[in-house]
């Protein structure tokens, strides 16, 4: 491999005929999330101690599921890519069934069919990218980088891959299999589902969508710039609405994944460093939501919001984490998520494709939604920790956070405080890989 950006690479022949190989590398987009991923895997096992039933099995399938994870973000294959894509539901699958709420059969169908569905677009795109290339088929990502094909069939393979990546990162309207997912899932699988999952569908369009099909990238973006508004206000409204706890946190990592479209659809370098920013961030802050969830959950064992209340008098450590990640998640100065998002309306506003009025409105749309974020999140505070609901009652005793709990809060809430201070920690990664990406698109 020749390229500088490209670090830590093995190449090793697989399959002949097909010019199939081991191909890993990383580079400056991959490493976030990869480290994003072992932090978080180690977060979830340490999250996992109540599990007693069959602890054995749950934990090598959170393991397995690492495994799935780590694949995509360092493959430079894309049939590698799309192996260890495939690889990585099976794990999910598993722990969603055995260890879920009590609909879990349902959900783990809904998100097997969603997700396997889905991922028949992404090897009907890779083999079509690795047929049409050059005279002979080849997966390697470094010649089709290079490639260019007619605009027509570009356009082709950036639809089927976009409805491939658009089912994992949920994009509105194929992001119903993730409430229902979440709101059944032990909190531990939450945790990597909204860490790492989630991540793998936006991670995909910036190295497929963004890096291998530019033209029809810069066809689509204004149509990304659409859905994205769309998902950020459709997802904070939606969330209000939602009895069970884990679901409107779910839907609450759906309005922040439109962000990352936004920053993705606004083809310029502070947009896109934007996108990766919240990448991280969402995953830091996703996962420490639902941690927080599902250690109240093992106190009160309540799912819906309305049985709850009065709990900050009797966990009070768990209620002033729980308060401090929900300001990050509604984007308050001094934590990751407001960076991000502030990152990328400078995207959008120093964006060269768009007239002046359209970034405007577009703009003008995400900040309701940053306003509609409180709401939901601020209510949800609200129905758990205050009143005294459950301090009137009989069970009225609960053993607040441990030192273990303890622990991976304030592992989580640490980084996100460090990113909020100094982004540099997480563009530095990053920048010289995405001007590398974006000198693919000229604007006369």
């Not at 099995?57 to 493959?75: K, T």
């Not at 920790?385 to 304030?410: C, H, M, Q, W």
Request: aromatic share 14%.
């Amino acid at each position: 491999m020749d390229d500088p950006l490209i670090q830590l690479t093995e190449d090793y022949k697989w399959i002949y005929f097909l010019d199939f190989s081991w191909r890993l590398g990383i580079d400056g987009i991959s490493i976030g999330p990869i480290l994003l991923t072992g932090f978080i895997t180690t977060l979830a096992t340490l999250a996992a101690r109540p599990i007693t039933r069959e602890s054995r099995v749950f934990h090598f399938l959170m393991l397995a599921m690492y495994s799935g994870q780590i694949g995509p973000f360092s493959s430079q294959d894309l049939l590698l890519f799309f192996i260890m894509w495939e690889l990585e539901l099976i794990p999910v699958y598993l722990l969603l069934s055995m260890w879920g709420g009590k609909k879990r059969l349902y959900s783990a169908t809904k998100f097997i069919l969603y997700t396997a569905g889905s991922s028949a677009f992404l090897l009907m795109g890779i083999l079509g990218i690795c047929l049409s290339g050059s005279n002979e088929p080849t997966f390697n990502f470094e010649t089709s980088v290079n490639q260019s094909y007619p605009v027509a069939l570009e356009m082709l393979f950036y639809i089927g891959f976009f409805i491939a990546f658009a089912v994992k990162s949920p994009i509105i309207p194929l992001h119903t299999w993730l409430p229902d997912t979440h709101g059944e899932a032990h909190y531990s699988t939450c945790m990597l589902l909204a860490g790492i999952l989630l991540k793998m569908g936006a991670y995909g369009l910036v190295r497929i969508n963004v890096e291998l099909l530019p033209h029809a990238h810069s066809i689509f973006s204004p149509w990304l710039m659409i859905v994205g508004t769309i998902q950020i206000i459709y997802a904070a409204s939606t969330s209000p609405g939602q009895r069970n706890l884990k679901k409107r946190i779910a839907y609450s990592s759906v309005s922040h994944m439109g962000f990352i479209i936004i920053g993705l659809g606004s083809i310029n370098d502070t947009g896109l460093n934007g996108a990766i920013l919240q990448i991280i961030s969402h995953g830091f802050i996703g996962v420490a939501l639902f941690f927080l969830a599902g250690t109240s959950y093992d106190r009160i064992r309540l799912v819906y919001l309305d049985e709850m209340g009065g709990m900050a008098i009797t966990i009070p450590k768990i209620f002033t984490t729980f308060s401090i990640l929900l300001m990050t998640s509604l984007a308050l100065p001094g934590m990751s998520g407001f960076v991000a998002e502030l990152i990328i309306f400078f995207g959008i506003l120093t964006s060269q494709k768009y007239l002046l009025i359209t970034k405007i409105l577009i703009t003008f749309v995400m900040g309701i939604g940053m306003i509609l974020t409180p709401i939901y999140s601020l209510s949800m505070l609200r129905q758990m920790f205050y009143g005294y609901k459950l301090f009137t009652a009989t069970n009225s005793y609960f053993v607040d956070s441990g030192p273990r709990e303890f622990f991976v809060s304030i592992s989580i809430l640490l980084p996100v405080i460090a990113i909020g201070i100094y982004p540099d920690f997480v563009l530095s990664l990053a920048v010289d890989k995405v001007e590398a990406l974006l000198s693919n698109y000229f604007y006369p």
